[in-house]
């Protein structure tokens, strides 16, 4: 669906590995602005629509172990 491989936690997507490297993360759609505004990330769009809750982050996002480990917290949070 999204072109990556996705990891599930208690049956629910938490991140995905893009196959074009970076992630699609899930997140509190109340932090999401939040995200934005102090990361590379950006508000996932599919077919010209804001998808409320998840969040791209592009491959120099989550380029250290540091970085990968920090959305990983959040998406399984």
């Known amino acids: 669906m999204f072109g990556g491989l996705a990891f599930l936690v208690n049956g629910h997507m ?3 590995a893009g196959s074009q490297g970076g992630l699609l993360v899930r997140v509190d759609p109340a932090q ?3 995200l934005v505004a102090r990361s590379k990330a ?3 769009e599919m077919r010209g629509r804001v998808m409320a809750g998840w969040l791209r982050v592009p491959p120099d996002g ?5 970085q990968l480990e920090k959305w990983v917290t959040i998406g399984i949070e």
């Open 62 to 66: 989550v380029a250290a172990k540091r």
């Open 14 to 16: 938490a991140v995905a």
């Open 42 to 44: 950006e508000p996932m």
């Open 32 to 34: 999401s602005e939040r």
